[in-house]
Nanobody, 128 residues
Framework: QVQLVESGGGLVQAGESLRLSCEAS????????MGWFRQAQGKEREFVAY????????HYLDSVEGRFTISRDNTKNLVYLQMNSLKPEDTANYYC?????????????????????WGQGTQVTVSS
């Protein structure tokens, strides 16, 4: 059983930055790609960012491209989401998730069904 625990959320003003962390249990962290999703109140959960197993390839939601950076440290079982230039529309509960396997298309990467383990989420609130 894999457990994912997010941290780093909080309340910030527009234009500020936050770094989210997600710590995974187990010894297989480096064998799986990881993703970040978010869910705003009253809306469906949506994909935010994806990183492959070794951290050499990433993919982002268009609206966060250039502002958010996903990274990972396989020696520490950690995946990060650096969020800069935050906007009120980034307000949401942010979840990390483990992909079942390497995903080769944007459609697959964005599909929640391709992820088998999820954290409990960390709230990010951006005030205007």
């Amino acid at each position: 059983q894999v457990q994912l625990v997010e941290s780093g959320g909080g309340l910030v003003q527009a234009g500020e930055s936050l770094r989210l962390s997600c710590e995974a249990s187990g010894r297989t962290f480096g064998s799986y790609p990881m993703g970040w999703f978010r869910q705003a109140q009253g809306k469906e959960r949506e994909f935010v960012a994806y990183i492959n197993k070794i951290g050499g390839w990433t993919h982002y939601l268009d609206s966060v491209e250039g502002r958010f950076t996903i990274s990972r440290d396989n020696t520490k079982n950690l995946v990060y989401l650096q969020m800069n230039s935050l906007k009120p529309e980034d307000t949401a509960n942010y979840y990390c998730a483990r992909a079942k396997s390497s995903l080769g298309t944007a459609q697959a990467i964005h599909d929640m069904k391709q992820y088998d383990y999820w954290g409990q989420g960390t709230q990010v609130t951006v005030s205007s």
